[in-house]
């Protein structure tokens, strides 16, 4: 076999054995970053850090809630991903979240939150992308109309952070 030949047979094991794992990286944001997933996190995609554009948010596991929330008026049709999807794609390994506002609130939540309730992180309220005047870019919103006696608390409300731009995972 040829130098070349060799070469090229070469490479192509290394794509063959390298294509499953590059599948599971989050690739790189091309539109303007709202949200950034830090912490004990397996799926970086930024440094050691997950950034997501709406785009990229809108693909993983898109849910539509209907809910009253303490905050508004009236039920809204809210659309985004499970939280528990972010998440799974970040490869989170961790039994805690701190999630920052962009006028640096934060709340602590529990991961199970996000397996024990249909959490998302609506992006869009009615058909539109929530403003930051509004809740947006990214509102946590938990099923309050679902669960009212287990939601609608102090504790959960407190976890319903609007304007998220971070999410930290920890122990």
């Not at 091309?30 to 997933?37: E, N, P, R, S």
């Not at 989170?92 to 609130?105: E, H, V």
């Not at 929530?130 to 309050?144: Q, S, T």
Request: net charge negative; charged share 20%; proline share 7%.
């Amino acid at each position: 076999m040829s130098k070349c030949a060799c070469f090229a047979y070469l490479l192509s094991l290394v794509v063959l054995v390298t294509a499953p794992a590059m599948a599971e990286h989050l690739p790189v944001p091309q539109g303007d970053v709202i949200l950034k997933v830090s912490g004990n996190i397996e799926h970086p995609n930024v440094g050691d850090e997950a950034h997501f554009d709406y785009d990229m948010l809108m693909a993983l596991s898109p849910h539509t809630l209907v809910t009253d929330t303490p905050w508004t008026e009236g039920a809204g049709h809210y659309e985004g991903p499970l939280a528990r999807a972010v998440l799974e794609a970040v490869g989170a390994r961790g039994d805690t979240l701190r999630i920052t506002a962009l006028n640096d609130f934060a709340a602590d939540a529990p991961v199970s939150d996000f397996y024990d309730y249909d959490v998302i992180l609506a992006l869009e309220r009615d058909g539109e992308p929530m403003e930051i005047r509004d809740f947006g870019p990214i509102f946590v919103l938990y099923p309050f109309d679902d669960y009212p006696q287990q939601l609608l608390t102090e504790t959960i409300r407190f976890r319903s952070v609007w304007q998220v731009a971070n999410i930290h995972v920890y122990e």
